[in-house]
């Protein structure tokens, strides 16, 4: 077990800390100043539920500021957890934010003390590593919707880490529960949209064409009102040029349709509809037909649909997904030819929704839905 000095930014003056066992390290980080050590993953190192050995860093943190949490090492692929002290989830994590390294930016919500746990990704992992955390400069305020702003992909511009791809940054100020459409367009590269809550590494949505041609697209519904950060960057390493982001407040998607046409002796229900340009939207720019589904714990139901305009994709979402696109399962060419067959069993009894897309975002045309009964 090793100790090691830190700064001390309150008192201006070095304090050894006492480290706890398990290799725990004590740090106070803050707004002023950063904090480095280091330390070494060994045989004696506690272990956790995955059987792997970790050392552990207390970090004081205050509430609304940014850090940038870093671990690197060349002697093993580590992994960053960063945790509320006392508490076993993980606020954040990261494997590969640089290369094999990881890189967390957190903004905590309450000031005091986090656990930052430095683990190997493998088991067997051992050796040095370095770990170190950096206070980040205020973001600036999300701009308010519809929006739009011209920019350019340039060498210059901020890279992604060891792959570097370069992109740009936009905030974004968007409201919980209201739907919107964010496009990324240009002419001199393939772009690739990404959306983040500010100060967050997780991406919370992205597309490369769900827009016209190689432009990208997102539907997105945020689940809390905030300042999310959209990032537009090249798909390809050397992609440079202009271009176009914007974002716009979308109309909820259509209620969910209960009514069937016909039944076919009691094994079939039976619907005749058509993708049409009037429909709502879907997460990657398709358009929809939601059915609401009524379903029993443990049944198996086989949903068929048949289209011969379009390549048919059938889906199941939870009710309060389909906003958000977040199919249960899925399907696309199960069928015959580009048709779709979806078996699907439901873990509990209640509505769901079967969703009618296309692979592409043109798809148009009429199309066939078929649901089996009991």
């Known amino acids: 077990m090793r100790k090691f000095w830190t700064a001390s930014v309150a008192a201006m003056a070095f304090t050894l800390m006492a480290a706890p066992a398990s290799a725990q390290v004590a740090a106070s980080p803050s707004t002023q100043q950063a904090w480095a ?48 002290q006392g508490s076993t989830n993980a606020v954040a994590e990261n494997d590969d934010g640089d290369g094999l390294n990881p890189r967390i930016t957190y903004t905590p919500t309450e000031s005091g003390a986090y656990t930052l746990r430095v683990l190997a990704f493998s088991a067997e992992g051992r050796g040095a590593y370095t770990a170190g955390v950096a206070p980040l400069p205020p973001l600036a305020p999300g701009a308010a919707v519809p929006w739009s702003a011209r920019g350019r992909i340039d060498n210059d511009d901020s890279s992604t880490g060891a792959d570097g791809y370069r992109y740009d940054e936009h905030m974004l100020r968007l409201e919980a529960g209201r739907r919107y459409i964010l496009r990324v367009e240009a002419s001199d590269f393939d772009p690739i949209a990404r959306l983040y809550a500010a100060g967050e590494d997780t ?137 779709s067959l979806l078996r699907f069993r439901a873990e509990t009894e209640g509505d769901y929704i079967v969703r009618v897309t296309s692979l592409g975002a043109g798809g148009r045309g009429t199309y066939r839905l078929r649901v089996s009964e009991r």
């Open 203 to 339: 991406v919370l949505a992205e597309n490369d064409d769900g827009g016209d041609g190689l432009n990208s697209r997102i539907s997105f519904v945020p689940e809390t009102t905030g300042d999310y950060a959209l990032r537009v960057a090249p798909l390809a390493n050397d992609g440079r040029g202009s271009y176009r982001a914007s974002a716009e407040v979308a109309p909820p998607l259509p209620a969910p349709l209960t009514m069937f046409q016909r039944m076919s002796a009691t094994v079939w229900r039976d619907y005749e509809g058509a993708l049409t340009n009037g429909d709502g939207d879907g997460q990657d720019g398709t358009k929809v037909d939601d059915y609401l589904v009524r379903f029993e714990a443990g049944q198996e139901r086989f949903i068929a649909l048949e289209a011969a305009d379009f390549d048919a994709v059938v889906q199941v979402l939870r009710v309060d997904g389909r906003e958000r696109g977040e199919p249960l399962a899925s399907n696309d060419d199960g069928g015959n030819s580009l048709n």
């Open 37 to 84: 050590g280091s330390g070494e993953l060994t045989d004696s190192d506690s272990t956790g539920a995955e059987n792997h050995r970790y050392d552990d860093h207390i970090l004081q943190l205050e509430a609304g500021s940014r850090y940038r949490i870093s671990v690197d090492s060349s002697a093993f692929d580590p992994v960053a957890r960063l945790y509320r």
